[in-house]
């Protein structure tokens, strides 16, 4: 994908504040700002969460709203929030599932170049993704990453998977790295760090998750993941801290330094993102990759600026793919 660099700029009132002097996502705000809105179907619209974040990241330029869901729910809740829908098209089904399945299909026509969750579980979209026939697979495998901006470290942070795959074996690793690299490369960082985490920096034949480490690093040493430097394993406190990796006489150039966390499974992913975002005051933004087109998975747990945040992530995405088709049929 297309290497979109991020601008600086100080941060304004709704991306920025003292609590995060990296301004992250004022950085992705300000990289959309002067890119065509997306047409992104959002799937199932029917509570005051999804369907006000849609209505945000359209009147921001964001996103183009395909609105895909029983219309009538729709517009009760578009009422009740005072949001007028005539701008954008509704596309009306009888219910979630329908919803899921309809948007999924307009996404293989190209009627729209992205997906965001609203008001439905999260398995009822994905399970309309995964299809193997009518779903958005690709070659590589489905996964999550999260986009974080930590105020106690100096970086943009990645995590994956912390959300899709629940115990991934080493094949599913090597495309949520890849994957991973592939975002870090769009959102500005050209030649990301990676760390694959496990509980200790050393190789132990009866830790799982350090002798996947210790094989993703081979691999990406003979070109099978290719665009970052890739260390493991590292323990959480190697990957993020160069004091900590100093004491252990780590040498390596993504210890203390990492961009992208690679977590063992997606237990260990759920806990690190979100004692980041709890206990350390990190604000996250998500996307789902592998896919055709990019997925937003929204919560009803995150804020506005949150949301807002994930659109951009996949504005960002779904324009470094367009330009990367565009300069393959070019070529």
Known sequence: MTNLSLPTAKPDALTGDAQHPNDVFGRL?????????VRCAVVHPCDA?????????ALRGLIEPVLVGPQAKIRAVAKEGGWDLSPWRIVDTEHSHEAADVAVALARSGEVQALMKGSLHTDELMAA????TTGLRTARRISHVFVMDVPAYPRMLLVTDAAVNIAPTIRDKV????????????????E????????????NPEMQAT???AMLCKMADRGQITGGLVDGPLAFDNAVSVEAARTKHIESKVAGLADILVVPNIEAGNMVAKQLQYLAGADSAGIVLGTRVPIVLTSRADSVRMRLASTAVLKLVAHARAQAAAAALAE
């Open 129 to 132: 993704v995964v299809a193997s």
């Open 175 to 190: 495309d949520i790295v890849q994957n991973a690299i592939d975002l870090a490369h769009v959102l500005g960082v050209p």
């Open 29 to 37: 705000f300000r990289a959309c700002e002067h890119l065509p809105a």
């Open 192 to 203: 990301p760090k990676v760390a694959i985490l496990a509980a200790v920096e050393m190789v």
């Open 211 to 213: 002798i996947d480490a």
């Open 49 to 57: 969460d999804s369907l006000g974040g849609a209505v945000a990241a």
